[in-house]
């Protein structure tokens, strides 16, 4: 249960339709300038990365679908990409990303796809 108003309004928004505007990116891809050591054994904060299943996810973006960092570690929490102009990609939190910004990172060990937008509506899977 959320503790304050700014979490009930982002609690609220996780569960929204349209779920929560955040910024898309990828990372784990050959020659990524960013890659580390444990991304590249395919080693998650969470769990174990799989291509066309992991993504990494900023604390801020579970916050705004109203998670915590011990509830991923401990169960698989699923999310829906909405991408802009149709689609939807269901993939699991198994990773952190670097908090600079919300935003959820696809994992793409097999190659940057060019083809996905920079941000998509979030919300958590049901």
Known sequence: MPNNDFETITHGLGHAHGGVSMKLT????????????ETRKGHGAYHALAAERSIAMTDSGLRALGLSRSQ????SQFVDIKLKGGGVMTRRIDDRAPEKDMRTDLYQPHGFDRQLPDRADISLHR
């Open 72 to 75: 991923v570690r401990s169960s």
């Open 26 to 37: 990828q990372y784990g891809y050959p020659h990524d300038p960013y890659s580390d050591s």
